[in-house]
């Protein structure tokens, strides 16, 4: 293909790229399946996409802070955070650094008290049901033994976050929780404990936040 034709096709579809990314926030994977179904030729989707990230119109990783953010203040648990990301395409180095940093902004335990909340701590049953919530949810043994020796300890007023915080540069700051130290931080959760078997790109065990999963789902408009 002479470099005319090349620089042709960009220009056709530069502008077109441009609107569906001013319309909502789109993967690098998103962007090349909508180029796909145009029927746009795979070499010509690859330096669309090259540009995209290039020109900084597309940061995945400010992107996917964001989404992991907004999963977590819906009051989900690590794996959903993980299979929400995954769904949206980001690739599994940014999944990881995310789910890192997240361990450090994120008191899981506040999530899981928000969740045993529901529950009847007393009952034996409702305990039962609980552990096999929260370990649906991805969270650690150590939490989970927590959360039924607990007696209903309400969380922190201030939310999940807490300090110090990590703002995403451009995009979106974490919310600064109140409740620090290591009695707040418990087992390390930033990435599911069968992240290899199942939570990563596309493959998702049945069992994982199923009566939940339809909350993570992002519109996906055109």
């Not at 940061?59 to 907004?70: G, L, N, R, S």
């Not at 361990?103 to 529901?118: G, I, K, Q």
């Not at 209903?152 to 995009?171: E, H, K, M, N």
Request: with cysteine; hydrophobic share 35%.
């Amino acid at each position: 293909m002479a470099d005319s034709d090349r620089q042709d096709g960009e220009a056709l579809w530069w502008p077109t790229v441009l609107g569906w990314l001013a319309r909502r926030r789109l993967t690098r994977r998103e962007v090349a399946a909508r180029l796909e179904r145009h029927g746009v030729p795979p070499a010509l989707r690859h330096r669309l996409v090259t540009r995209l990230v290039e020109e900084g119109w597309i940061d995945e990783v400010d992107h996917a802070k964001a989404v992991a953010q907004a999963v977590v203040e819906r009051g989900r648990g690590p794996a959903q955070v993980w299979e929400a990301l995954a769904r949206r395409g980001f690739d599994r180095p940014t999944i990881r650094r995310v789910m890192q940093e997240l361990a450090e902004t994120v008191c899981w335990r506040a999530v899981a008290e928000s969740v045993a909340a529901r529950y009847d701590r007393n009952d034996v049953r409702e305990r039962r049901r609980l552990a096999q919530k929260l370990d649906r949810m991805g969270f650690s043994t150590a939490v989970i033994e927590a959360m039924l020796e607990a007696q209903g300890a309400p969380p922190p007023p201030s939310g999940p976050f807490r300090q110090p915080t990590l703002p995403s540069p451009g995009g979106p700051a974490y919310y600064v929780g109140k409740r620090a130290g290591p009695e707040a931080i418990g087992e390390q959760e930033g990435v599911p404990r069968d992240e290899h078997a199942g939570y990563g790109m596309g493959k998702h065990d049945p069992g994982v936040g199923r009566d939940d999963r339809r909350d993570d789902a992002l519109p996906r408009d055109e």
